[in-house]
């Protein structure tokens, strides 16, 4: 599904961000990316969503070469792929729901499709009684929760969740990763980049580990080792 073949990302002789970078993540895995600061996970997603160009290498999607897709087309790579932040990035003035419509608005699903789906999604996060609150309005596990219903309302094949519990307390993290655990379950791919040793430990799955923008791990059923 996702493989990147022999990527580098050169900003300068003195700041190389990806060494080599040979990777294939598979339909329906979950996959946790983790790394000291500076180690190259996010410059790995963002080459992923096209946001940045490789310096060298190809990195494909679905069999498409995504850096050579024209750049109209990038759009369409983007909504196979839901994203999810570190700081949740909700509309402030929007409510829940408002929230999770815009994003079906913005790639044109009609007012049925937004009233039919959205309260699945809130009931698959456990907020269907949220969902007139203001983002002022919830605590920060709510918000992350918000976050991953709108990354997931428009059936992505891919959700990408960059350090999607840096901010939230132990149960709280652990509620967010049981909502990603049972996405995966249902079929979508899961890419986590974390630095949280627990949250790794206790998933029991593929963990690829990168130093100083090379991959120097990857286990089937791994744990944190850094």
Same mark, same amino acid.
């Given at each position: 599904?996702?493989?990147?073949?022999?990527?580098?990302?050169?900003?300068?002789?003195?700041?190389?961000?990806?060494k080599d970078i040979n990777l294939t993540i598979e339909s329906?895995?979950?996959?946790?990316?983790?790394?000291?600061? /500076?180690?190259?996970?996010?410059?790995?997603?963002?080459?992923?969503?096209?946001?940045?160009?490789?310096?060298?290498?190809?990195?494909?999607?679905?069999?498409?070469? $995504?850096?050579?897709?024209? *750049?109209?087309?990038?759009?369409?790579?983007?909504?196979? $792929? /839901?994203?999810? %932040?570190?700081? %949740?990035?909700?509309?402030? /003035?929007?409510?829940?729901?408002?929230?999770?419509? %815009?994003?079906?608005?913005?790639? !044109?699903?009609?007012?049925?499709?937004?009233?039919?789906?959205?309260?699945?999604?809130?009931?698959?996060? !456990?907020?269907?009684?949220?969902?007139?609150?203001?983002?002022?309005?919830?605590?920060? !596990?709510?918000?992350? *929760?918000?976050? $991953?219903?709108?990354?997931?309302?428009?059936?992505?094949?891919?959700?990408?969740?960059?350090?999607?519990?840096?901010?939230?307390?132990?149960?709280?993290?652990?509620?967010?990763?049981?909502?990603?655990?049972?996405?995966?379950?249902?079929?979508t791919t899961i890419i986590l980049a974390t630095h949280n040793k627990g949250v790794i430990d206790s998933l /029991?799955?593929?963990?690829?580990?990168?130093?100083?923008?090379?991959?120097?791990?990857?286990?089937?059923?791994?744990?944190?080792?850094?």
């Open positions: 599904m996702i493989y990147f073949n022999q990527v580098f990302k050169i900003y300068s002789a003195d700041s190389v961000a990806l329906k895995e979950f996959v946790s990316l983790v790394g000291r600061s /500076g180690a190259g996970k996010s410059t790995l997603l963002k080459i992923l969503l096209a946001e940045e160009a490789p310096s060298k290498g190809e990195v494909f999607f679905e069999s498409v070469n $995504i850096h050579y897709m024209p *750049r109209r087309k990038l759009p369409f790579l983007r909504r196979k $792929i /839901g994203m999810v %932040f570190q700081d %949740f990035r909700l509309l402030s /003035g929007k409510t829940v729901f408002e929230n999770i419509a %815009f994003a079906m608005e913005a790639s !044109g699903r009609s007012t049925k499709d937004i009233e039919e789906n959205i309260p699945y999604v809130l009931d698959l996060v !456990g907020l269907t009684d949220k969902s007139h609150r203001f983002p002022h309005e919830l605590s920060g !596990g709510e918000g992350q *929760r918000v976050a $991953i219903a709108r990354a997931i309302i428009n059936r992505p094949d891919v959700v990408v969740a960059d350090e999607p519990t840096g901010n939230l307390d132990p149960e709280n993290t652990r509620e967010i990763i049981r909502i990603l655990e049972k996405i995966n379950e249902l079929g /029991g799955k593929r963990v690829v580990t990168l130093e100083d923008g090379k991959i120097i791990r990857d286990d089937k059923k791994g744990k944190y080792t850094l």
